[in-house]
């Protein structure tokens, strides 16, 4: 079955702790990126990758970092994670074919920064 | 990327047609048309995309108005499970999408 992972689903931390969500996804797919969701500010862009060691910020990048030394995983790591980063995350792949384009979301992080 | 505007909010009978609009008049002459959906939470799920004519797929129809300039998701046949947030997104790729708000559509029995 076609999926993106995320993992974990839900995570309480706290403010300075570093972490990592990772992301894979197996339709190998080049581009992948992340976005986080904020009441009233929709989902927005953090990083994206368009392949292996390619990486670009998105809209809201600071605070974040990502890696790409494989295909199939994107992790989202926070350095030093606070509190205003608390926020629903989703990784997503695209696949594009001709005028076809369509993102893949995975099921979405919870993290809460305390 | 152009904006859009969609209604706040709106409901619809189930088994019913759900017609959901969308101005885009800024668009440009390629930018592409990308209506999504989210359930409670969930990631976001592709329904269906389109340039300047109408679209079918399984899910949903798009029409797009001659001059580009606003458009219409049809779900011909709602059910509960069409509860969801609905995004129309405005895009020269599928690489960057900017969600806005979109229209929370309520299906009820």
């Known amino acids: 079955e076609a999926q993106v992972t995320q993992n974990p689903r839900y995570l309480i931390t706290v403010t300075g702790k570093k972490l990592t969500v990772t992301c894979s996804q197996n339709?190998?797919?080049?581009?992948m990126s992340w976005y986080r969701q904020d009441p009233g500010l929709g989902l927005r862009q953090i990083y994206y990758?368009?392949?292996?060691?390619?990486?670009d910020k998105g809209d809201v990048p600071e605070g974040y970092k990502v890696s790409r030394k494989e295909k199939r995983n994107f992790p989202l790591i926070l350095e030093s994670p606070s509190p205003n980063q608390t926020s629903l995350y989703f990784c997503?792949?695209?696949?594009?074919?001709?005028?076809?384009?369509?993102?893949?979301f995975g099921p979405g992080t919870r993290l809460t920064v305390l | 990327d152009a904006k859009t505007t969609q209604p706040t909010s709106m409901d619809c009978a189930e088994g019913r047609a759900a017609n959901l609009p969308c101005n885009h008049s800024?668009?440009?002459?390629?930018?592409?048309v990308y209506w999504y959906r989210q359930i409670h939470s969930q990631g976001p799920q592709y329904i269906i995309h389109?340039?300047?004519n109408n679209e079918t797929n399984e899910m949903a129809s798009l029409i797009i108005t001659e001059d580009r300039k606003s458009s219409t998701l049809i779900l011909p046949h709602a059910t509960l499970r069409d509860t969801a947030v609905y995004y129309c997104?405005?895009?020269?790729?599928?690489?960057?999408?900017?969600f806005g708000a979109g229209t929370t559509v309520t299906v009820r029995a």
């Open positions: 990758s368009m392949n292996v060691e390619v990486t």
């Open positions: 339709m190998n797919h080049e581009y």
């Open positions: 997503a792949s695209v696949v594009v074919a001709g005028s076809y384009n369509e993102q893949f």
């Open positions: 389109g340039l300047k």
């Open positions: 997104i405005v895009s020269l790729n599928d690489y960057k999408l900017s």
């Open positions: 800024t668009i440009s002459g390629n930018e592409y």
